[in-house]
C-alpha cells in the first residue's frame, strides 16, 4: 500500500487529477451549505443576464435561473449520477460474470450469448429506447446508463473469474466439501473485488459523459453558450477521473513498476568514463566490456569486466549458467541489449580495431547483420510472426544492398537451399509458425548468413531444439562454417555442443570468465574447480540440462557478488584467501581465476 | 477462409434473431399507444380502437412479434406513420448520410490515433509522448456534444470559416466541396473521443510488441529504425489494434447520434431520437433493427480482417 501511493504520488498527472477532483468533490459536499440561490427559481426578469452581473456570478439562463447555483447543484448531481451507474453496474455485472466465470460450461456458455447480443447494440440506441420505455427524468437516465454497461462488466470480470476459479485453492475449497455458496463468497469474490472497484472507479468518467449525453438528448437544443460552463465543469470532472484512474492503474500493474513495459531503443545506452587502449589483434576483441542493469534503484551488474578475443574462422565457445551473463556479454557486441534498463559502462568491442561501443547509431546499424550477424535462441519468437519466411530473408539482404525485389527473393530461395530445407520456393512463402522448429532455425541461421557475415554470433541456437535435431543443426553451423571461414562466438550452457564445434572455450561465471583455453585442454584438464564440475555432468551431447542440478548451490545474484571468488560458496576447497580482495585471471593462453587451479596452467 | 466467413455469418443468426426480440420487447413496454398517438388525443374511443385493430395491435404480442418478424425477413419494415413513407426507405436514406457522418470520422480517428500512438510509444517518456498523453486525456474526456457546440461557435459563428449546420446548402450546393466543408466538424467531433481511445491502445500495444525478441532479430539484421517502428513493430501491433478498431466504429456510429442533433445532420441518429420522441414505433423498431445489423455484420467484417493480418488464426 505504502509503495502504491509512492508510485501514485510521483505520477504528476495522477496528483494534479486527483487535486482537481478533490477540490470539486469538496465543494459538491458543501453546496447546500453555501449561500447560493436556488438553482430552480425562475424570474423572468432577470433572463439571459451576463456572467458578473449583480447576484449572478456566472448570469443566468433562459429562464431566469442563477447559473452558478444550477451550474453547483448540477456537478453535485452529476457527480452522485455516474457514481451510482457506476456501483449499480459493476455490481450486476460482476455479480453475472463471476457466475459465468465460475460456473462454465452452459451456464457460462448461455450467458455470455446473451452480453454478446447486447454487447451487439450501439449502446447509446439501447440507452435511448430504455428511456423512451421508462420515460425521461434524470433517474431513468441513471438505469438506462447502468443497464448499458452492464455488459461490459460482465464480459470482463467473467475473464478474471475463469481465471480464478481454477487456481489450487478453489479447488481445495472444493475437495474439502465447501458448498458453491461458500466458495463464491470466501474464495471468489475477495479476490475479484479489487478488480472490480478499480474499474468501476474507472468506468465514473464514463458514465457522467453517457448520463450528460443521454440528458442533452433529451432536452434538446439549448443555446450553446448557457452550456459553456457545464460543458467545462464535465470536462474537468471527467478528466480529473481518467487522470486519477489511470494513475492507479499504472501503479498497480506490476510490469511497469519493474520497468519492464519500457520500450528497449534502438541501440544499447553507453554511459563509460574510460576507452581502452586498442590492444591486440584478432578479427573481434571485447576488452573489458561492463555491462549493467539499471532497474529502479537496483544494479544488476550482469557482465563485470569481460575480454575476449575472435580470430576470423575462429569458433570459441562462451559457457556458462543462465544467469552468467553469457548473452548479455553477446548482444552488447552490437548494442542489441534492451535499453532501458541495459546500460554498458565500460570497456571496448573492436571490429578489426574499430570501438563499436561508441559507434553511432548509423554506424553500428550498417554493420548489423552485414559483417556481424546474430542467431538467437527460439526462432519461433525471434522471428516475425506475421511476415513470410522469404521476405524476412529478403528484407536482410535489401537493407544493406541496393539489389531489387527478385533478386533478393532468389536469393532468399537460395540461402534456404544453403541451409539444406528441402523444397526451398515452396518453404519462402511460409510463415514462421508453419515450419518445424528444427526448419525454423535453419531459416535463423539463413539469415544470419544472408550478408555473408565475418562473424556470427550464436546465442544458445539449439536450447529450444530436441537431440537429434539439435545434432544436425550443429553439424550444419561446421559446415558453413568450414565452407566460409565465418568466425562464430558461440554462447551455450553445454559442454557437449563446445566439444563438438569450438577452437577454443570461455567459462563465465556471475559477470566473469574464469577459465579460457583450447577446448581440448580444458576439456582434458579443467583447471577452475567451476569448470571441473561443469564437464563431470555433461554425460553426452545434448544432455546439458541436467548439469545445473549436479552442482550444489545456486549462482549468486549479480546485484550482490560476494568479495573474493565468486564460487566459493559453492566451491568445495574455498578458504578465507578466497574470499578476501580481488582473484586475477592468470595465464596466457590458458587462463584460470582461481587461487588454487585443479592442474597449474 | 470461405468457410470460416460462412461459420461467422451464421453463428450471427441467433445474434440477430435476439436482437429483434430485445427491440420488441422495450418498444413494446414504452408506454402510450401508437394509434392515440397517430390521431391525436381528441380522437374517439372507437376510432382508437378500429386502427389498432388494422395496425394488428389488438393480437397477442408473441403474434405481433411474428408477423412483424416475418414481414422483416422479407424486408417489408411497415410503414412510419409520422412521416407516412415505408420505414425501410427512411432509414436507408437516412443511414446513409450517418454513414457519411461516421464513415469520415471513422477514417480520421483510425488514421490519428494509430500515428499518435506509434509516435507515443516510439518516444516513450519524451516530449512528444508527454504530449499526445495529454491530448488523448482531453479527447476521451470531453463530450462530443459539448466540443461539437464549441467548434460551432468557434469555426462558424465567430469565425465564419465553415458552415453551422447541416449535411449541403439549400441554394446552390450540393457538390463534393460543398460536402465536405459541411463534414468537417462534425466528422472531427465525432472522432475524438475515438482517436483518443485508438492512439492509447496503440501506443500501448506497441509497446508490448517492442520488447519482443523479432524486434531484436529485426535490429540485428540491421533494418533501421524508422522501419522497425512503422513495420515490424506496427504490424504486429495491428492485430490488437484491429479488434479495438472494429469497438471503436460501434461507438462512432452511436456517437453520431448526439454529433447529428447538434449539427443538424439528417442522419439515422437524429431519425432515432425523433421517432423516439413520437412514439412511431415501427420507425424505431426498424431502424434499430437496421443499425445493429449493420453493425452486427461490420464486427464479422472485422474478424475476417484480422484473419487475414493474423495468418496464424486461420489455422
Ligand atoms: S578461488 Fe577459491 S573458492 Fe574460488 S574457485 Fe578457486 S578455490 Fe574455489
Known amino acids: 500500500m505504502r509503495l502504491f501511493l509512492k508510485l501514485l504520488a510521483r505520477n504528476r498527472l495522477a496528483v494534479f487529477g486527483a487535486a482537481v477532483l478533490g477540490v470539486i468533490v469538496i465543494v459538491v459536499l458543501l453546496v447546500p451549505l453555501l449561500p447560493l440561490a436556488d438553482p430552480d427559481v425562475t424570474s423572468t426578469g432577470d433572463r439571459f443576464q451576463r456572467p458578473f452581473s449583480a447576484g449572478h456570478p456566472l448570469g443566468t439562463d433562459h429562464l431566469g435561473r442563477d447559473l452558478l447555483s444550477r451550474l453547483l447543484w448540477g456537478t453535485r448531481l452529476s457527480l452522485a449520477v455516474g457514481f451510482a451507474a457506476a456501483v449499480i453496474a459493476g455490481t450486476i455485472g460482476a455479480g453475472i460474470g463471476v457466475i459465468a466465470g465460475y460456473f462454465g460450461g452452459r451456464v457460462d456458455n448461455v450467458i455470455m450469448r446473451g452480453v454478446d447480443m447486447l454487447m451487439a447494440f450501439p449502446y447509446i440506441l439501447l440507452a435511448l429506447a430504455i428511456v423512451a420505455a421508462l420515460g425521461p427524468g434524470l433517474m431513468n437516465a441513471l438505469i438506462a446508463v447502468a443497464a448499458v454497461n452492464v455488459p461490459f462488466f460482465a464480459r470482463n470480470i467473467r475473464g478474471i473469474t475463469v481465471g480464478i476459479a481454477h487456481r489450487e485453492f478453489v479447488d481445495a475449497a472444493r475437495l474439502s466439501g465447501m458448498g458453491h455458496g461458500r466458495i463464491l463468497l470466501s474464495e471468489i469474490v475477495p479476490n475479484v473485488l479489487p478488480v472490480v472497484v478499480i474499474a468501476m472507479s474507472t468506468t465514473i468518467g464514463w458514465m457522467i459523459l453517457e448520463t450528460a449525453g443521454l440528458s442533452f438528448l433529451g432536452l434538446g437544443s439549448q443555446p450553446p453558450h448557457t452550456s459553456v460552463v457545464p460543458g467545462v465543469m464535465i470536462l474537468l470532472i471527467v478528466m480529473s477521473i481518467n487522470l486519477l484512474g489511470d494513475g492507479v492503474r499504472d501503479a498497480l500493474d506490476p510490469r511497469l513498476r519493474s520497468g519492464a513495459l519500457s520500450r528497449p531503443m534502438a541501440a544499447t545506452l553507453v554511459d563509460r568514463d574510460t576507452v581502452p587502449d586498442a590492444q591486440g589483434p584478432g578479427l573481434l576483441a571485447i576488452d573489458g566490456l561492463r555491462t549493467e542493469f539499471r532497474v529502479g534503484p537496483r544494479l544488476y551488474k550482469a557482465v563485470g569486466g569481460v575480454s575476449l578475443s575472435l580470430a576470423p574462422g575462429e569458433c570459441v565457445g562462451l559457457i556458462g549458467e543462465s544467469g552468467s551473463g553469457k548473452s548479455v556479454t553477446a548482444l552488447s557486441v552490437m548494442g542489441l541489449v534492451a535499453s532501458p534498463p541495459g546500460v554498458i559502462t565500460g570497456g571496448a568491442v573492436r571490429l578489426e580495431g574499430e570501438d563499436l561501443i561508441g559507434a553511432p547509431y548509423a554506424r553500428l546499424r550498417s554493420l548489423r547483420g552485414d559483417r556481424v550477424a546474430y542467431i538467437f535462441q527460439d526462432p519461433l519468437a525471434t522471428l516475425h510472426p506475421l511476415y513470410r519466411v522469404g521476405d524476412q530473408l529478403a528484407e536482410a539482404i535489401r537493407v544493406h544492398h541496393a539489389v531489387s525485389r527478385e533478386a533478393a527473393a532468389a536469393r532468399a530461395v537460395k540461402l534456404l537451399a544453403d541451409v539444406r530445407i528441402p523444397n526451398p520456393e515452396a518453404r519462402a512463402r511460409a510463415f514462421p509458425h508453419e515450419l518445424s522448429g528444427g526448419m525454423r532455425q535453419r531459416v535463423g541461421i539463413a539469415m544470419a548468413l544472408a550478408n555473408e557475415p565475418e562473424i556470427i554470433i550464436a546465442d544458445e541456437p539449439t536450447t529450444a531444439l530436441d537431440v537429434t535435431v539439435q545434432a544436425q543443426i550443429l553439424s550444419l553451423l561446421d559446415d558453413l562454417r568450414r565452407e566460409r571461414g565465418l568466425a562464430i562466438l558461440f554462447i551455450t550452457h553445454d559442454f557437449g555442443v563446445v566439444g563438438q564445434l569450438c577452437d577454443r572455450v570461455a567459462v563465465m561465471y556471475a559477470g566473469r570468465i574464469v577459465e579460457e583455453g583450447r577446448t581440448e585442454e580444458v576439456l582434458a584438464s579443467p583447471a577452475h574447480p567451476y569448470t571441473k564440475r561443469l564437464i563431470a555432468c555433461v554425460p553426452e551431447l545434448g544432455g546439458g540440462r541436467r548439469w545445473l542440478e549436479a552442482i550444489p548451490g545456486l549462482p549468486p545474484a549479480v546485484d550482490s557478488l560476494p568479495e573474493g571468488c565468486a564460487f566459493a560458496p559453492r566451491c568445495a576447497k574455498a578458504d578465507d584467501a578466497c574470499r578476501t580482495g580481488e582473484i586475477a585471471l592468470a595465464g596466457d593462453g590458458r587462463k584460470v581465476r582461481c587461487l588454487k587451479p585443479e592442474v597449474v596452467a | ?315
Open chain 2, 1 to 315: 477462409m470461405g468457410g470460416y466467413i460462412l461459420k461467422r455469418l451464421i453463428s450471427a443468426v441467433p445474434v440477430l434473431l435476439g436482437i429483434t426480440v430485445i427491440v420488441f420487447a422495450i418498444m413494446a413496454l414504452i408506454p402510450g399507444d401508437p394509434a392515440t398517438a397517430i390521431l391525436g388525443s381528441y380522437a374517439t374511443p372507437e376510432n382508437v380502437a378500429r386502427l389498432n385493430r388494422e395496425l394488428g395491435l389488438d393480437r397477442p404480442l408473441v403474434s405481433q412479434y411474428f408477423i412483424w418478424l416475418g414481414n422483416l425477413v422479407q424486408g417489408d419494415f411497415g410503414r412510419s406513420f409520422a412521416l407516412n413513407r415505408p420505414v425501410l426507405d427512411e432509414v436507408l436514406e437516412r443511414f446513409s448520410a450517418t454513414l457519411v457522418l461516421a464513415g469520415a470520422a471513422f477514417v480520421l480517428c483510425a488514421l490519428l490515433g494509430i500515428a499518435a500512438g506509434v509516435v507515443s510509444a516510439a518516444r516513450q517518456y519524451g516530449a512528444a509522448d508527454k504530449a499526445i498523453t495529454v491530448a488523448v486525456i482531453l479527447g476521451i474526456s470531453v463530450p462530443s456534444f459539448f466540443l461539437g457546440m464549441m467548434m460551432i461557435l468557434v469555426f462558424a459563428v465567430r469565425l465564419r470559416w465553415l458552415p453551422v449546420s447541416g449535411m449541403y446548402e439549400i441554394y446552390g450546393g450540393g457538390d463534393l466541396r460543398d460536402l465536405l466543408r459541411h463534414l468537417a466538424m462534425p466528422a472531427l467531433a465525432l472522432s475524438v473521443v475515438a482517436t483518443g481511445v485508438i492512439a492509447r491502445l496503440t501506443r500501448a500495444a506497441m509497446l508490448e510488441v517492442l520488447r519482443q525478441d523479432f524486434i531484436r532479430t529485426a535490429r540485428a539484421k540491421g533494418v533501421g529504425e524508422g522501419r522497425v517502428i512503422w513495420g515490424h513493430a506496427l504490424r504486429a501491433a495491428m492485430v490488437s489494434v484491429i479488434p479495438v478498431l472494429g469497438i471503436q466504429a460501434g461507438f462512432v456510429l452511436s456517437g453520431a447520434v448526439y454529433i447529428e442533433i447538434v449539427f443538424q445532420w439528417p442522419g439515422i441518429g437524429r431519425m432515432l431520437v425523433d421517432a423516439i420522441l413520437k412514439r412511431d414505433i415501427l420507425l424505431v423498431q426498424g431502424g434499430v433493427v437496421f443499425v445493429a445489423a449493420c453493425y452486427v455484420f461490420f464486427n464479422i467484417l472485422v474478424d475476417v480482417a484480422q484473419s487475414v493480418l493474423d495468418p496464424r488464426i486461420r489455422t
